[in-house]
């Protein structure tokens, strides 16, 4: 852009030059070279603070990580890869054996509690027993309740289903594998449908001209000489370069973080799921604060800038 910007203008210096038959010596070229330094400077430098871009911008995703909550060995998975599923569709499901067994056990036992404890009841209104052990039958009885609950959720997890609507990708669990409740190891990792979002790092100097509202277009490098409208949906309020974790380390400027990108929520007109990209696609992003009147003239030079990007994209093939 700078380099069409700068030809335009020594092209139109010449036409200056010839139509009014300026001398060309030291003074004219200098006061030329030196206007042209001012008025190209000044506007891209207007147009940078005022319509900033960025090269950083990447369509965001959440996943789940599926990690069981009982141990055993997989007998199924019906669930196939990258293939939209609804809350609550199985995943995978764990033999159940041991877990049926446990509950039956626990029902047999909450069975007997409560046999014993009308037994007891009745031998207390016949012949005056003990209420002592009428409490304690009632705690058994409770107890095996709470068992028994704990037990069948045991069962229950063993059918591993959906959290929510989406599709499953990275499926690393067979049939025959043991599934163990371990948080580092997922069985498989779960798209959470509806959640891509288009979030461009802006440098901080322009952050300040960024507002929700303001006019966006992003290109994309799979879309060449395609532009796609939209609008600033937020400015996010935290950068992860100013996150403190909880630890025993104070806070220390002597480690070199870099300076960090402020990021920006872009709302495109055109759903993304309509756009048939992969999640995780890189894209160029321009703000354009026109709607304040900052520098509206300035605009026209993004706008150009960026379709002359998305155009280069065809000449990206390998």
Request: net charge positive; proline share 7%; hydrophobic share 45%.
């Given at each position: 852009m700078e380099t069409l910007m700068l030809l335009t203008y020594a092209a139109l210096c010449w036409a200056i030059f010839k139509i009014f038959k300026i001398p060309v010596n030291k003074w004219s070229?200098?006061?030329?070279?030196?206007?042209?330094v001012v008025l190209i400077g000044h506007l891209l430098m207007g147009m940078a603070y005022y319509h900033p871009a960025s090269r950083q911008a990447r369509i965001f995703y959440i996943t789940t990580q599926i990690v069981p909550n009982v141990r055993g060995k997989v007998i199924d998975v019906p669930v196939k890869p990258n293939t939209?599923?609804?809350k609550g569709d199985v995943l995978f499901r764990i033999d159940p054996t041991p877990y049926k067994a446990k509950v039956d056990e626990i029902k047999a036992l909450l069975a007997f509690a409560k046999k014993r404890l009308q037994d007891v009841i009745k031998l207390r209104k016949r012949a005056g027993g003990s209420k002592f052990d009428i409490e304690e039958y009632k705690k058994q009885v409770a107890q095996y309740k709470a068992q028994l609950a704990d037990a069948m959720f045991d069962l229950e997890s063993c059918t591993v289903r959906a959290p929510s609507d989406g599709y499953v990708t990275h499926i690393r669990v067979r049939p025959g594998q043991m599934a163990v409740p371990f948080p580092f190891q997922p069985m498989m990792t779960f798209v959470?449908?509806?959640t891509a979002t288009l979030i461009a790092g802006f440098p901080q100097e322009p952050s300040s001209n960024i507002h929700p509202g303001d006019e966006a277009e992003?290109?994309?490098p799979a879309y060449p000489g395609m532009t796609f409208q939209g609008h600033?949906?937020?400015v996010l309020p935290v950068m992860a370069e100013g996150e403190l974790k909880p630890s025993q380390d104070m806070v220390s400027f002597n480690r070199q973080l870099p300076a960090g990108l402020v990021p920006v929520v872009i709302d495109l007109d055109k759903n993304l799921s309509e756009l048939g990209l992969p999640l995780g696609i890189d894209a160029d992003v321009a703000v354009y604060?026109?709607?304040k009147g900052y520098w509206s003239h300035a605009s026209i030079i993004r706008r150009i800038l960026l379709r002359m990007i998305t155009w280069s994209h065809f000449l990206r093939f390998h």
């Amino acid at each position: 852009m700078e380099t069409l910007m700068l030809l335009t203008y020594a092209a139109l210096c010449w036409a200056i030059f010839k139509i009014f038959k300026i001398p060309v010596n030291k003074w004219s070229l200098t006061t030329a070279v030196l206007g042209g330094v001012v008025l190209i400077g000044h506007l891209l430098m207007g147009m940078a603070y005022y319509h900033p871009a960025s090269r950083q911008a990447r369509i965001f995703y959440i996943t789940t990580q599926i990690v069981p909550n009982v141990r055993g060995k997989v007998i199924d998975v019906p669930v196939k890869p990258n293939t939209p599923i609804k809350k609550g569709d199985v995943l995978f499901r764990i033999d159940p054996t041991p877990y049926k067994a446990k509950v039956d056990e626990i029902k047999a036992l909450l069975a007997f509690a409560k046999k014993r404890l009308q037994d007891v009841i009745k031998l207390r209104k016949r012949a005056g027993g003990s209420k002592f052990d009428i409490e304690e039958y009632k705690k058994q009885v409770a107890q095996y309740k709470a068992q028994l609950a704990d037990a069948m959720f045991d069962l229950e997890s063993c059918t591993v289903r959906a959290p929510s609507d989406g599709y499953v990708t990275h499926i690393r669990v067979r049939p025959g594998q043991m599934a163990v409740p371990f948080p580092f190891q997922p069985m498989m990792t779960f798209v959470n449908a509806d959640t891509a979002t288009l979030i461009a790092g802006f440098p901080q100097e322009p952050s300040s001209n960024i507002h929700p509202g303001d006019e966006a277009e992003a290109v994309f490098p799979a879309y060449p000489g395609m532009t796609f409208q939209g609008h600033v949906e937020k400015v996010l309020p935290v950068m992860a370069e100013g996150e403190l974790k909880p630890s025993q380390d104070m806070v220390s400027f002597n480690r070199q973080l870099p300076a960090g990108l402020v990021p920006v929520v872009i709302d495109l007109d055109k759903n993304l799921s309509e756009l048939g990209l992969p999640l995780g696609i890189d894209a160029d992003v321009a703000v354009y604060g026109v709607n304040k009147g900052y520098w509206s003239h300035a605009s026209i030079i993004r706008r150009i800038l960026l379709r002359m990007i998305t155009w280069s994209h065809f000449l990206r093939f390998h």
